[in-house]
């Protein structure tokens, strides 16, 4: 006679067995669902925005702009450049063409409104010549030059806009700065030739005598002869000149490069 305690010993293990296998793979079947298809579609998986290039637009873009690209934008820095209109882009990272995610911050550096402001460094009583390279490490520019009886070659005062002011004032960076000379009690006397002479070695002795560069033209290739070499003058050498008076030069070819640097100043 069969065990019947046997056959319910063998269904209550098979079925067993299946409910486990069923919950197995009752289990994986979720857990491909939440990771391959809840996940992805949640999260955007595999589907990025190109970062918009907007250096350059002004700050008041930008908000319609990005919203409709799905990006937002956070300005974490500014910075002063001359050449670039207030309140525009300077930086931006991530940088232009990246591919990030829906609703990601763009980090950006913008111009300001105002240059930010500099100290004026102490040039009285200084020299001419010094005093450009000074102004220019400052974050400044040599403005007129005005010359002033006095016996000594040297800067009596500085100005802005006309105002005296004193080492030490505080004025917008890029200010142009004025200076008065002392002609150095040299009223007539004769121009040197510097024609054959290096375009800085004329400039200073031309300071030296409160003469004052004027335009610096090129004229064409010349060969044999190194940069910057003066070749024409005005007035011509031995003309009678006053301090403060413009000495108008021609260069070589060669020398482009600086007088068309200087011209631009």
Do not use: C
Not at 34 to 60: A, C, K, Q, R
Not at 149 to 163: A, C, L
Not at 217 to 225: A, F
Request: charged letters at 25%; glycine letters at 10%.
């Amino acid at each position: 006679m069969q065990n019947p305690f046997k056959k319910y010993k063998a269904e209550t293990v098979g079925g067993l067995l299946l409910s486990v296998g069923t919950g197995i793979l009752l289990f994986m079947l979720i857990g491909v669902s939440y990771f391959y298809i809840y996940l992805p579609s949640s999260t955007n998986h595999g589907e990025t925005i190109t970062v918009p290039d907007v250096s350059g637009m002004n700050i008041e873009e930008l908000e319609e702009f990005l919203t409709a690209r799905n990006l937002r934008y956070e300005i974490n820095d500014s910075t002063y450049t001359e050449d670039k209109e207030p309140n525009t882009i300077l930086k931006q990272f991530p940088l232009a063409g990246a591919k990030v995610k829906e609703n990601r911050v763009v980090y950006l550096t913008k111009n300001s409104l105002k240059p930010p402001t500099v100290p004026v460094p102490d040039l009285v009583d200084g020299s001419l010549i010094n005093a450009e390279a000074v102004l220019k490490g400052s974050g400044l520019k040599r403005g007129k030059i005005i010359y002033v009886p006095g016996p000594f070659s040297v800067i009596r005062e500085m100005r802005v806009n006309n105002i005296k002011i004193t080492a030490g004032t505080r004025v917008p960076k890029g200010s142009f700065i004025d200076l008065y000379v002392e002609d150095g009690g040299n009223n007539e006397f004769e121009l040197p030739n510097i024609q054959g002479q290096e375009l800085d070695e004329a400039e200073e002795l031309l300071l030296g005598l409160n003469l004052q560069f004027g335009e610096i033209i090129p004229i064409g290739d010349t060969t044999g002869l190194p940069p910057n070499v003066i070749l024409q003058q005005d007035p011509q050498p031995r003309t009678i000149m006053r301090a403060g008076d413009v000495v108008k030069i021609w260069v070589g070819k060669p020398g482009t490069t600086l007088a068309e640097e200087k011209n631009n100043e």
